[in-house]
């Protein structure tokens, strides 16, 4: 069979194409597990990454379609994990874009995927930021009204209900992870709104000072990047028959605050006898009313009723970032 990840060149993308290499087999459309001939990995642009047979490296805009059909190239058996997407940030500076890249570009991955012979599994990469608004409950979870107050929430949100009514009709055998903020991302910070959750771990820890944009008693859902990776995977593998109407799961996850960060900081110093660097308050408005609109916590129990993971303990998640990046 052969595997396409949309955004394959990004974090998140690159350690599932990893974990995909070292399985090297996937459930396919016809419900048996079969080997992973090839592994396409599509993005706008790459960086490092897995580059050793079977994977296929395509550059490219999914706003068209042509590039996800590229992608396919008339694969028989074929499963997606659309993970491309504009982060939120970016999406508030830039509406129309947004609705380019993450909508069009979601709906060209879904339309690629009803042509295709069988049904096809296609794994979609969502948000809690799907939720939100003055109602919104504390925890949210899978049965929570979709109100969400951004255009990155209000995109993954529309996409999610394309994806349910896809499968409602039989066009293919889609799934939806909502994602809490993953942790630690390596690298510079980028545009996400989030971005300050990785941050407050990823600088201290090169012995660098973090700019706090939030207030330090703010919660925020949280969980690790390899958690995530085997979430992708777990949901991926489950048969279609157990997976209600609602193809969407909320991953389970911590409730972080800055406050909370900063003492696991010092826990794992102690331990590593690393020098931590600071987190400094550098309040920003913008970044805390749209944090303000996010979930604080969420409910998982459906995933993990399901058999998909719980995050392991903070100090762990920690602990698994330096192991894989070092101190970036």
Known sequence: MKVI???GGGFLGSQLAEALLVRG???GASGSVEPIEELVLLDARFGVGPTVAPVRRIEGDITERAVIEDAIGGA???SIFH???MVSGECEDRYDDALRVNLDGGRHVFEAARAATGQPRVVFASSVASFGGEDMPTPVGDFTKHTPRTTYGMTKAICELLLNDHV?????DGRAVRLPTVIIRPGRPNAAASGWASGMFREPLKGESCALPVHRHQP???????TVVESFIALHEIPSKKLGEDRGYCLPAHQVTPELAGTVLAEIAAQRGLTIGPIEDAF?????AIVDTWPTAVDGTRAVNLGLPKPPPLQEIVGQYLETFGKD
């Open 76 to 78: 028989a058996s074929f």
């Open 284 to 288: 920003d408005p913008r970044i805390q």
């Open 5 to 7: 990840i949309t955004g």
């Open 83 to 85: 993970l491309a997407s």
């Open 220 to 226: 925020h859902p949280m969980t690790g990047f390899r």
């Open 168 to 172: 409602r009709k039989g066009h293919f």
């Open 25 to 27: 087999e996937l459930t």
